[in-house]
């Protein structure tokens, strides 16, 4: 069966994005939606066995590395997909137990959770259609005002990627600090990207969720955690805490529901609940350190200074 359009999802194999992948499966039979993470766990295989559409296709996706996601465009372009009319940018990473850097160098959440998905959509932004949707998916930890981790403070991104080493910063406390502050960077980005669309005069559409606390692969680093977050209980102390079921159909709302597909939906932030505008922390519309992340960010995953203006330019 052909497919009119395309609809990509990072971390698609499991947890939210997998969720989010078998609602858009039901509910867009006429769209290829594309999962990407770095192992398939059968999801491709289990989707399109439950749901009977088989618009559901897997592609390998290691967003650790820069190489990992050129190697990924490159598999995509090679198969043709029609365009696409939604990146959704879910899959994250947390480490609290010390610091984690990348081969590139880079700080592992920062690198993952940020450097690497726009890295993702400077490669495939040429294949977006006119009035593409990108969602982020960030975090309530972004925001110190909500007092749910130790406050992340963003200075420049060159320090979120080269963060100081040593016993003093290899605490749980300074993990989640470290995790707040790449979900900080998603907002940045999204705001940044959202100001560059409006500039260039695109008909993009910038999205940031805000998806609360599910028991996902995400707290890999603790399986007591994930686990206990399954106990009914844990609402009395974690107001926020879902089920990926529940997420994902605002999540697959704001991928392909009408009501968001207006321009004044752009580039403001939503929580998972009724999928509402809410306000994002303070340091988060300050265009000075936007235009710092967007610049560094541009800087680091460029080849070379052609490569940069393409990115640039939308």
Not at 136 to 164: G, M
Not at 290 to 311: G, N, R, Y
Request: proline share 4%.
């Amino acid at each position: 069966m052909p497919f009119n359009s395309s609809i990509l999802i990072t971390g698609g194999t499991s947890g939210l994005g997998y969720s989010t992948a078998l609602s858009l499966s039901k509910s867009e039979p006429d769209t290829q939606i594309i999962i990407a993470s770095r192992s398939s766990s059968n999801a491709e295989e289990n989707i399109n066995s439950e749901v009977g559409n088989n618009n559901v296709i897997y592609l390998p996706l290691d967003l650790t590395t820069h190489e990992g996601v050129r190697s990924f465009v490159k598999l995509y372009e090679g198969k043709s997909f029609p365009p696409l009319r939604a990146l959704v940018l879910n899959a994250a990473i947390q480490f609290v137990d010390k610091i984690h850097f990348t081969p590139d160098g880079l700080e592992s959440m920062f690198a993952v959770n940020h450097v690497n998905h726009t890295l993702l959509f400077f490669l495939l932004k040429k294949h977006l259609t006119e009035d593409a949707r990108i969602i982020v998916v960030s975090s309530s930890t972004h925001d110190p005002t909500l007092k749910r981790v130790p406050p992340p403070n963003y200075i420049s991104a060159d320090k979120v990627a080269h963060p100081e080493t040593g016993k003093k910063w290899d605490t749980q406390q300074e993990g989640f600090r470290r995790y707040a502050l790449s979900k900080l960077c998603n907002v940045l980005f999204a705001y940044a990207l959202d100001r560059q669309v409006k500039e260039q005069k695109k008909g993009w559409i910038v999205i940031v969720m805000e998806p609360g606390v599910m028991a996902t692969n995400l707290y890999r680093w603790s399986n007591w955690f994930s686990w206990i977050l399954n106990f009914r209980i844990m609402k009395w102390f974690i107001k926020d805490i879902f089920t990926t079921d529940y997420v994902a159909v605002t999540l697959a709302k704001m991928t392909v529901g009408e009501e968001f597909g207006k321009t004044e939906k752009s580039g403001k932030y939503y929580t998972v609940i009724d999928a509402q505008e809410i306000p994002s922390s303070e340091q988060s519309h300050e265009e000075k350190l936007q235009d710092d992340l967007w610049e560094w960010t541009i800087k680091e995953t460029a080849k070379d200074e052609e490569e940069a203006v393409k990115f640039k330019r939308l």
